[in-house]
């Protein structure tokens, strides 16, 4: 009895007050709160000094990116307030069941220990043991006594137990209902930046919707500019494959193999990978949809793959074989895989603008606008390697083309990285 009693009075005497979090409730603040650190520093790429058309275009370009992005947030802040609706109904729900089995083992606990008290006083507990009719019963009836008590007490501590696990629901129910509560306020925080970016896109477009034929006409020479350098860069690839075909040809011939002879007007057969290539090519095609950001500090992604149209401005396009992304000052490009550096040549219209091309066994990365390089045609290079600065351009904005290719086949970059 003695050691029952204490057990009861920490029970209903004792406060518990847990501030366990919530995992799912943590889990997406870490998450929203790395889209929210994205989102602030990609903020301070937006700003440009220069007023002129060229200007004005990086700038909603720089802007609509930005605004895709807050878009996105918000929808995810309206997805984790959902989440947190359903959590929330799914706390009260084991809330309520876990107070209805606690009054039930309080009831249960309360009547045995009230029994216990008229029938378990000295003077009983030594009239039912020397009432036993054998010494043995006399045994059985002192090891009974003693695990009843032990058997009150371990219900005692059981009952606390679950005490324990309310009062941690209670908690976890506030706790969450505040998490909800501060989604709200954040995400009326937030529609209001998206209001406002939008208001100043709209500006943007109304501005340049007067100089639309002039800018449609200066679209069109970039693209025409963007063309033929894709056509060297694919002339370069294929002047490589010759020359790898060519290499191997002879190394047939020397080893006494025989080759159709180009000679004979028969194509030459095809390039065969080695074995480092193949390793190479296997290991880059396992990591799509993984490789690194291929520039340095906070970006924004100012023109997709494939076709992209001025935002607001009717039938002005362009078509993109890579990904235009726009960093800091100072940023760098990075090379995305292990590799080797298989080509640099000079921009041929923007004098001091360099490209890279390193390959990755069948593929190939190029990465355009650089200056200050530090690689050179041959070198080995390691993934996340800077490779060199980011050229700034007239606005003063740091803008690369990123490319994939596959052989001269270009590859849509945001396959193969998550930006």
């Known amino acids: 009895m003695k050691r029952i009693f204490p057990t009861l009075l920490v029970l209903w005497l004792s406060v518990f007050a847990y501030g366990q979090s919530n995992p799912k409730v943590k889990e997406m603040e870490v998450q929203r709160n790395l889209i929210e650190q994205q989102i602030s520093e990609s903020k301070r790429l937006l700003s440009t000094t220069q007023k002129n058309v060229e200007g004005q275009l990086a700038q909603l370009s720089a802007l609509s990116a930005q605004i895709k992005k807050q878009k996105a947030y918000i929808e995810r802040i309206d997805a984790d307030v959902k989440a947190l609706d359903r959590e929330l109904t799914n706390i009260e729900e084991q809330l309520k069941t876990l107070q209805i089995e606690l009054e039930r083992r309080r009831q249960h606990y309360a009547y045995a220990l009230q029994k216990m008290v008229h029938k378990n006083t000295f003077e009983n507990r030594l009239m039912f043991i020397f009432s036993a009719e054998s010494f043995n019963q006399m045994i059985r009836r002192m090891r009974y006594l003693r695990e009843y008590s032990t058997f009150q007490q371990k219900q005692g501590e059981l009952l606390l137990s679950q005490q324990k696990e309310l009062d941690q629901k209670r908690n976890e129910l506030e706790q969450t209902r505040e998490a909800k509560k501060g989604l709200l306020a954040k995400r009326l925080e937030e529609k209001k930046e998206l209001d406002h970016q939008e208001a100043e896109q709209r500006k943007i477009v109304n501005n340049l919707k007067k100089q639309q ?207």
């Open 213 to 419: 034929k002039d800018i449609r006409s200066q679209i069109a020479k970039q693209q025409r500019e963007r063309e033929k350098l894709n056509q060297q860069i694919e002339k370069i690839i294929e002047a490589e494959i010759a020359a790898q075909r060519e290499e191997q040809r002879k190394k047939e011939t020397k080893s006494g193999g025989t080759t159709t002879s180009t000679k004979s007007g028969n194509p030459m057969p095809a390039y065969k990978e080695n074995a480092a290539d193949k390793k190479l090519t296997g290991s880059f095609e396992s990591n799509k949809g993984r490789l690194p950001i291929p520039i340095s500090g906070p970006y924004l992604m100012t023109s997709h793959y494939g076709v992209n149209y001025v935002e607001g401005l009717k039938n002005v396009k362009f078509n993109n074989q890579g990904v235009d992304i726009r960093g800091q000052a100072n940023c760098h490009a990075r090379a995305v895989f292990d590799g080797t550096v298989s080509f640099i040549f000079e921009h041929p219209q923007i004098q001091g603008s360099y490209i890279v091309m390193i390959r990755h066994g069948q593929y190939i990365s190029a990465y355009f606008n650089l200056v200050s390089l530090k690689v050179k045609k041959g070198d080995k290079v390691s993934i996340n390697e800077p490779i060199g600065l980011v050229r700034p351009d007239a606005s003063g904005n740091y803008t690369m083309q990123f490319q994939l290719r596959k052989g001269t086949e270009s590859l849509n970059p945001e396959l193969w990285i998550p930006f």
